[in-house]
């Protein structure tokens, strides 16, 4: 199935580090934030590898069809929800949002530290996995997104390391604006990309060993 977009990337890259680390991990939970609109992708098939497993959901926006696929739905963010505690869920997935955490609506003077504290709290949370995608490169579009800089995702890397996790990034580049054809690119390479043409999707797995 072709969405015509970055979920064309994304979708089955979610599915397949789900499929990979959940029975070989021996998770229980996984929550997936910024989840609305996930019944129509791979929500599920990933409630289908996870069965008999906690499959939790999170977004500022209620989405009744993701509900019913899920075993917990909670309304609110990461952030300032507080039944989310430190450790709760054994994966977490958080799937082109982050980009548009201090930027949607409206830009915010303090967008940087918004989006700091946000994957901070997706590390806080998870106690072996996390899954993050997100534009990657240069520039942004006007309340919509900011991408995801190289310097901004190697601070990143630096937390996750320090708390514990390890893991890469990997970069798909479409020459057309978010309808590829993509193809995987190193590191150098993807710093070419931009909030237009060409457009990067940045897929970062951290797992604690």
Not at 26 to 45: F, I, Q
Not at 97 to 125: A, Q, Y
Not at 174 to 189: A, F, L, S
């Amino acid at each position: 199935m072709s969405y015509g977009n970055e979920r064309d990337v994304e979708v089955p890259a979610v599915i397949d580090f789900v499929a990979r680390h959940a029975s070989k991990s021996a998770w229980r939970s996984l929550l997936d934030v910024g989840a609305h609109g996930s019944h129509a992708t791979y929500a599920p098939a990933v409630r289908e590898l996870v069965s008999g497993q906690r499959y939790s959901a999170i977004d500022k926006i209620y989405d009744p069809l993701t509900q019913t696929i899920v075993d917990e739905w909670v309304t609110g963010d990461v952030v300032t929800r507080n039944v989310l505690d430190t450790g709760r869920f054994d994966a977490v997935t958080c799937i082109s949002v982050i980009e548009h955490v201090g930027i949607k609506p409206w830009r915010s003077d303090t967008w940087r530290e918004e989006r700091l504290l946000m994957f901070f709290s997706l590390l806080r949370i998870a106690r072996a996995a996390v899954f993050l995608t997100a534009p990657f490169g240069k520039g942004f579009v006007t309340n919509e997104y900011q991408c995801v800089s190289p310097e901004e995702l190697a601070t990143w890397q630096t937390i996750a390391h320090l708390m514990g996790f390890e893991g890469t990034a990997r970069y798909y580049l479409g020459d057309n604006p978010q309808y590829g054809p993509w193809r995987e690119v190193e590191h150098v390479e993807a710093c070419r990309g931009v909030a237009g043409s060409p457009f990067c999707v940045m897929i970062l797995e951290l797992v604690k060993p």
